[in-house]
DNA sequence: CTGAAAGCGCTTACAG
DNA sequence: CTGAAAGCGCTTACAG
């Protein structure tokens, strides 16, 4: 039925480990006459090499898991941001003869089940909190190569690549100073002590204190990074905070959100209220008024991230520093100056 | 250093098919007891199945192929009505037991390759052409059961899941005939005689002409799907068709830079043009102004194929007639009277 | 440059 | 209810 090693040996008058070592480019160990011949007959056959016999009798599988967080009940955690990376990073392990196992995962304990099971070179980490990646243990994650996006959590058995959040947030809120703001809300999801909105959030009061601007005229919104949660934001932001000219959000999907729910609320923006997101987004550029916003290198996070898990995987190379990616200010039509 | 079945047999006094038995809960074979002794050892050590092990030993590997379409120097072929496509089937396949392996194909020829390398018991095609459909034979699939989403081709071996797009058309031709328009212009991707975007102008066509319009006052845009071909197109829609009032684009994406490009040519939305899309993607209730559209039940395709794909795969039925899924109209503020 | 043999970790008839 | 043995299709030292 399916055609295997030892057919293509016995059709070619050889043994299956010369044909195996042609298959594996070994061909420093087999004449040229013999490597053309076997070559010849394994494409006349449309021989395919079986993955799974290859994964357990050596000890590379050659497969890579993308793993993503999702309540069983719900569908993958894909935000708009995280979409792009996955075709990244299908299209770079592809071109370097890897293949992705995409696997959504309820409880982290899940990890090291998803790791074993297939016996994957490696792991990807995308959209897990700090909280977790900082509690994987070598003991659930074996010698398997992992690597987080966008982590800060001080775990060496994950670095991974991520962008220069901090800075992004200072850049924001210098855009925003130099406009003339001074009553400025930070809007983003609740978050801890480590972590990539925390970062922001560090970048975002830093930047206010050297321009002298009181904490308390700078408060903090916590919400969930949703379109939905954007809306209700902006709906109440005059209200909750009246004086307020400006909105740093952590996220375009939320910038967006903000925006509709203060236009829809009568509130002029940029004219009253200035918005400003993060991520550079496809759809900011659609939105009206276009979303100012800070943009990540995202195909630079994905195609980082490969280089980086199969150095390791196939350099057997330590875990390295974080890689950290630059971040740019992408200004649009969605700030101005107050009362512009 | 890997748990094996065998130590988990020996552990537990009994052979290592006995533990297989359990495992995969076989367990009408073995006593209550038994049973209960193996899996709390299981538990104990933390042991994992080897797939590849089971996949080779068994003839199913619980594999399944999310194939989609990508030239090698491309990302995948992701467009945003294909995304939440994604995870819907990763977990419905998830819950089931099974795994998802996420593969770019850069020529079809390379599905058959995909299918055999790593065994697998099913796969999903998203986003190829139909002529590309139409084209795989027995010879390249094998007894593989292939699901292809969206697809109009005539194959047997690949008939799946899909939206009603020519009521979807017509849902929408028949809209814009109801608020008086009677220059519309199709504008979506170039089309054969066989495909979705066919059928579309197919539903287009038939509610025009039963409304009594000539096909020359509702003339074809042939563009990319993509935001930027829409943005081209809206900025000289009225110098290329004088007089039209309407346009029906095959995707949100598209109809979104249409009315971009109209704006910014100052043409009024819906004043002097109304703009229809196809897909209800979630940026399409963000936009200004909102988008009308005809929404399709995407987790719906989602969620049928993969019972499709495993009542194949499991029961051995036979390839079914393809599911047609409904689509409705969903009205927003794009569309209004002509003049209004 | 080439090969015989063991082994990767499972499942599957088959036998009892 | 339980087990011994063969076999899935490869790769890997080891030998020559």
Known sequence: MRVRLKDIAEAAGVSVMTVSNVINGKTARVSAETTDRVRRI???????????????????????????????????????????????????LRKRGYHLLLRGVADPAEIGEALRSWSLDGAVLLGFLDEEVAALRPGVLGRTPVLAIDSYA???????????????ARLAAAHLVGLGHRRIVFAGPAFTDVGVVHERFLGFRATLEEAGLPAEDCPVESVNTTHGDGVALGARLLQAHPGCTAVFATADILAIGIIEGLIAAGVPVPGAVSVIGFDDLDISAYITPRLTTIAQDIPGKAANAVDRLLARIEGGDRPADPLVLDVRLVERDSTAPPGA
């Open 154 to 168: 001080d775990n060496p058995l994950t670095t991974g690549v991520r962008s220069d959040d901090f800075t992004g």
């Open 42 to 92: 394994i494409a006349e056959r449309g021989y395919v090499p079986s993955a799974s016999a290859r994964s357990l009798a050596a000890k590379s599988s050659r497969l890579i898991g993308l793993l993503v967080p999702a309540a069983s009940e719900d569908s993958l955690a894909i935000s708009p941001h995280n979409i792009a990376i996955f075709g990244q990073i299908e299209r770079g």
